[in-house]
């Protein structure tokens, strides 16, 4: 849960709208009758889970997915309703909250699935079908000892799906691609060999799958929808569809601005040396509130009065510096923008070699989020 009281120091603004064009962009691509599961695990990519799911349901999304028991929970008390999928591990001494909030369990391998269900028999399960990526799930390379399980699971148990999950789904290169048809194929047959049981929720595609490789895919109608509802590319290379954008802004302000004459330092280490009169601001906004650190000395920049202003300095716990001798007459109480339209999570990621997903799942709790409806 993020702090939510409103402090224009550092804050985040969520474009609801936009989601709700993303989606609609997204959706458009599809079959008419493939449905969306929204992924909201980890706050919802930061974008706030609570909000970003009440939001979709209202949009009519009935299919959820998060990371675990508690981020489920979350989503109850703030009203959600349809199915909710655990993607991940519930310990065995949270087995009564699945029933308990109506979540459903993945079951991660044939041992969890046995502890679980003894733990609790009337939990909702599905089973991951690992095709690949060696993460969870049960071997897809042994196909008829998972048809066995997913028989005796559906049988004893309220088993009501499978699924897998693409690991370079997002990649162009030949040899992912080969790898991604073979994830798709082992799938398929396992998927085929209990069409019978008419389990409701066998999915296979992300974000990126679900752009790519639909067609690869038969018996999936539904995609499971994360990092494109956000707006972000599932890989720096990824074509997005045209008119997909971000829809978190991430702002700050500056606080006081000062004159450094040449020669004199700015910051912990005294890591800056001003090798010109420099004109330095200062902005509220540091590691604690989940700016990476790898952005300082120059490593990173902001927007300020439509300029790129170079982080100066080592970022601080709360705080950092920035050079606008540049920038024409910037003062205290400029907005200052981090990520927004002329810097993307996804640009931010690229100059400390990572991802959109961690710029924006780092923003840390302290950082007010506001909807914009
Ligand atoms: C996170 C996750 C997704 C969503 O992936 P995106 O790349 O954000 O679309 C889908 N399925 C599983 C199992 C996941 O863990």
Redesign the pocket.
Known sequence: MYQTEFCRRSWVEVNLRQIRTNLDIYRKNLPADTKI?A?V?ADA?GHGDAEVAVFLNACGIELF?V?NITEAKTLRLAGVKGEILV??YTPLESAALLTEYDITQTLISEEYATQILFCNPGIKCQF?IDTGMNRIGIDADRPKECEIMIRKYAARSRLTGL?T?LCV??SSDPADKEFTKTQLRKFQQIANSVSDLALPYVHC??????QKYLNACGSSGIV???????GLK?DRDFEMLPGIQPVLSWKTVVSMVKTVNIGEYVGYGCSFQARRKTCVATVPTGYADGLSRRLSDEGGIVIIRGAAAPIIGRICMDQMMVDVTDIQDVTAGDEVEIIGSSLTADDMAERIGTIG?EIVCDISKRVPRVYLK
């Not at 499971?224 to 956000?230: K, S, V």
């Open positions: 599961m992924v695990k990519y997915a990371s993607l991940g991951a699924f999950h789904a997002d595609l992300n974000s990126a799958g679900g499971r929808l994360g990092i494109i509802l956000y599932p997903y």
